[in-house]
Each structure stands twice: as C-alpha cells, then as structure tokens.
C-alpha cells in the first residue's frame, strides 16, 4: 500500500458500496500482478480526482479499506439504479436535457483534470435519488496521453 493512499473513514449516515477486486472475472491476471496495478491504479485515479467542493456528476470517493498493508476495497457512495434500468423503465418523468447537461458536466470536469474516461456508457452513469446521472466506474479513467490497460465494461 503506498503512502499516498486515502485510508476510507466512512460517516455512519452515507450509503456506501466497496468496490472489491472481481476475482472470477480476472482470475487469469491474479498470478501475474496485473490485477494488483490495475486496482492500485483505480485508487490512485480517485486519489487525483478528489477536489473540494465535489463534482455533483461523479462518483464520491471515500478511500480505501485496508487489511494487512493491502488494498482490500474502495469505498464510494452507493446508488441502486444506473441510466440503462432508467431507461428500461420507459420515457415518463424523463429529461433527457436534464441527463445530457449532468454527464456533460461531468466529463468537462474530468477533462479540466486533464483525465478521459474512456469506457463511458449506460452502464457506468448511475441515477441518484433526485435524478442527477452520476458518472462511475472509474478504471479506465486516465490522464490525457497516457498509456492505460483495461477490459473495458465487463458485460
């Protein structure tokens, strides 16, 4: 664990979801050390993207939990609905203007940070409670002109 790592202190009354490595999905990487960097990398990538105040279109961070001098989990607010269950449910009470502006905001944000998201779809813009679209899954955000190595969206 690098001493830069934010080590999560969660208060009691935020919803939170703790993002763990997914073990079956990358069960082939697990030997090679590829999958301790790429999620080191996620939690390095939150670590640069915290900005006070925050940005109301992208995921909040909250740090990481730590076992043993490792990363074991990153901790984020927790949402239940991502635009594409949004979008199943159909068009009524739906602005899309409203949707459009917030994910625009948000990837402005983040290309202000000089970071693309890179693997940015209905999936990965999840809906809060009072309908702002909220940009996650943030591994394969990575600064501008830099090589990165990702799987994309696991489907």
């Known amino acids: 664990m690098p001493s830069q790592i934010i080590v999560a202190s969660i208060p009691a009354e935020v919803d939170i979801y703790i993002k763990r490595p997914k073990l079956n999905i990358y ?7 590829l999958l301790v ?20 279109n992208i995921i909040r961070y909250h740090g990481c939990i730590i076992h043993r001098r490792r990363i074991t989990g990153i901790v984020l607010d927790r949402y239940s609905k991502t635009l594409k269950d949004r979008l ?4 009524y009470g739906f602005n899309k203007r409203l949707y459009i502006d917030g994910i625009k905001s948000g990837v402005k944000y983040l290309h202000s940070l000089r970071y693309a998201h890179n693997d940015l779809n209905l ?10 679209p909220i940009i996650i899954n943030l591994g394969s955000c990575k600064c501008f002109s830099k090589a990165f190595i990702s799987k994309g969206t696991y489907k």
């Open 88 to 91: 199943r449910e159909g068009a």
């Open 27 to 33: 069960n082939n990487w697990v030997n090679s050390g």
């Open 123 to 132: 999936s990965n813009i999840i809906i809060s409670k009072d309908d702002t």
């Open 37 to 56: 960097r790429l999620f080191l990398r996620k939690a390095k990538t939150f670590k640069a993207l915290i900005r006070k105040p925050h940005h109301k």
